[in-house]
């Protein structure tokens, strides 16, 4: 979250978190606190929250196409990246760039990876990292690594590098993005300005990312089986990897880039004084 002040006194209250169920014990410590803001700004209409007085206003994030992440690569820096970490491209890769914790489901990710195996050869590369402020990181890790090692062609990947996760969702054949909450979950977004089709579930920010069937996959967490089936019709369908592909890309170009953001700022400015 962030916080904004007007010379001595609160200003705009900007949360970055899924605040549509929070804790309840939380959520009261809090609350006294976001009322003394003149307003309050959250990324999706799901987050408000009525019992607060102040205003509220919708500011989805954007992504910056100029970023490391995000700029252009041509086919021989991508293959290049892939190559320094090994990375082999024989196999349409399905790739999820996520931290290693419960509520990114990177169990449930390798679940699906299993399913989709039973039906066509392909590869998953895992990439993410563990927040320095959860204590349950390496054990997830760990039991990642564990499912992992049973099943070939799965590549895990904790380094942080902008210049790979750029590589591997342009290489990618599809994006999953199997979160169980979720704020925002921009690299749904970063992925579809890349023209990757990302199956991903129904819950934070994501379905104003991608509406299903047109601009990717949106199914229940935890459906695996469903999950498994749109990641297939993705693999097995180039023309619809293609539409979704094409589709995603200019869905983020109208609504999810930077100047759509400062817009969105400069409107609350004008109205928060």
């Not at 010379?7 to 003394?36: M, Q």
């Not at 690569?73 to 991508?78: A, E, M």
């Not at 904790?158 to 054949?173: F, G, I, M, W």
């Not at 599809?174 to 977004?189: D, H, P």
């Amino acid at each position: 979250m962030l916080q904004y002040r007007k010379k001595s006194r609160p200003w705009i209250w900007r949360c970055h978190i899924d605040s549509s169920a929070p804790n309840k014990e939380v959520w009261e410590t809090l609350k006294p606190l976001i009322a003394r803001y003149d307003a309050m700004i959250v990324s999706s209409e799901s987050f408000k929250r009525p019992e607060l007085s102040i205003p509220t206003y919708i500011i989805p994030p954007a992504i910056d196409p100029f970023s490391l992440i995000n700029q252009d690569l041509s086919p021989d820096d991508v293959a290049g990246k892939l190559a320094e970490y090994d990375i082999p491209q024989d196999k349409p890769l399905i790739v999820q760039v996520s931290r290693f914790d419960k509520w990114k489901d990177p169990l449930g990710v390798i679940e699906v990876f299993r399913r989709v195996r039973k039906e066509t050869d392909c590869r998953l590369v895992m990439l993410g990292n563990m927040a320095s402020d959860d204590p349950e990181g390496p054990q997830i890790y760990a039991e990642v690594a564990a499912q992992a090692g049973k099943l070939d062609g799965v590549q895990l990947i904790t380094q942080s590098d902008p210049l790979l996760v750029n590589a591997l969702q342009r290489s990618a054949a599809v994006v999953v993005q199997l979160s169980r909450k979720e704020g925002f979950g921009l690299t749904v977004s970063e992925a579809l300005w890349k023209s990757t089709p990302v199956v991903a579930t129904r819950v934070g920010g994501i379905p104003l990312q991608i509406e299903d069937g047109r601009t990717g996959f949106l199914t229940d967490y935890a459906d695996y089986g469903t999950i498994a089936e749109r990641v297939l019709r993705v693999l097995n369908d180039p023309e619809l990897s293609d539409r979704l592909g094409r589709e995603g890309k200019e869905h983020v170009r109208r609504n999810f880039l930077m100047p759509r953001l400062l817009l969105d700022w400069l409107k609350v400015l004008a109205q928060v004084r």
